[in-house]
């Protein structure tokens, strides 16, 4: 088991950046594959960014692509998103994934969820 606590978001001007933190509990973090994934009012959750166990293998949405930089920290069972050159429909509610061994870009996979953070990004 594990449960996640994300933090960092905000209000930010297109443009901008911010930083994404998603805190794991457990003695086990580097078991999981972790990721990022958003939901905007009316929409389904999507695939924003995934990064292996050991972080040696990353992938990213087409949308975020060389924008946006995942990265974990296992001796802190950390797991982050960097999100710069914000863009107005980057707004959602971002939330942060796990699950057991290899990432996946569908959200049904993942057995453990954040409460989720909010990321506002005004034009």
């Known amino acids: 088991q594990v449960q996640l606590v994300e933090s960092g978001g905000g209000l930010v001007q297109a443009g901008g950046s911010l930083r994404l933190s998603c805190a794991a509990s457990?003695?086990?973090?580097?078991?999981?594959?972790m990721a990022w994934f958003r939901q905007a009012p009316g929409m389904d959750r999507e695939f924003v960014a995934f990064?292996?166990?050991?972080?040696?293998?990353?992938d990213y949405a087409d949308s975020v692509k060389g924008r946006f930089t995942i990265s974990r920290d296992n001796a802190k069972n950390a797991v982050y998103l960097q999100m710069n050159s914000l863009r107005p429909e980057d707004t959602a509610v971002y939330y942060c994934?796990?699950?057991?061994?290899?990432?996946?870009?569908?959200?049904?996979?993942?057995?453990?969820w954040g409460q989720g953070t909010q990321v506002t990004v005004s034009s």
């Open positions: 994934a796990a699950r057991i061994d290899i990432g996946d870009y569908q959200a049904a996979r993942y057995n453990y």
């Open positions: 457990g003695r086990t973090f580097s078991s999981y594959a």
């Open positions: 990064i292996s166990r050991f972080g040696s293998d990353t």
